[in-house]
């Protein structure tokens, strides 16, 4: 008995197959992370500037600098990561087709979604698994190919076209 190797999905937006968010969508998001990490800084700095409750507002300064910047940080190395994985599957990825074997439901961040399970095939890549989570759309359904690009070393994938 055979066993199918698995593939590692590599998003280029966490909700919808195949959208890409831009420069203008990526500068928003680093944006909205360099926010956060600057906000406690910000609050005590401020706080230190107005004479009535400034201990209390550098102390808040201080806390929400130590509970938003670990988690500002871990965003942006997160998103840069995921980032780097998908120019490198487009740098040197081989076309293939991604085939919907199954459809289930899936959570999708705050929305009901659907995860797919595809079979991948194409010329110069051995055939591989891989599990998808995306919203619904009526095209999405048990039979329907999907073109992909496929890392021809480590089975990193990404759906194009959609």
Known sequence: MSTVAEGRYVPESPTVLGERSGSVGTFSVYLALLFM??????????????????????WAG??????????????MRSLARSRKAE????EVGVPATAEIVAVTTASVGEDTGVELTL???????RPF????????DDDLRVGTTL???VHPTDNAFTIVGR
């Open 37 to 58: 990490v600057l906000a406690g800084p910000g609050v005590a700095v401020f706080g230190t500037v107005v004479q009535d409750g400034w201990r209390v507002m550098a």
């Open 62 to 75: 201080l806390g929400v600098t130590l509970f938003m910047t670990p988690l500002g940080v871990f965003f």
């Open 87 to 90: 120019r490198r599957v487009r």
């Open 119 to 125: 079979r991948v095939t194409g010329a110069g890549v």
């Open 129 to 136: 698994t891989g599990k998808v989570s995306c919203l619904p």
């Open 147 to 149: 073109d992909a690009l």
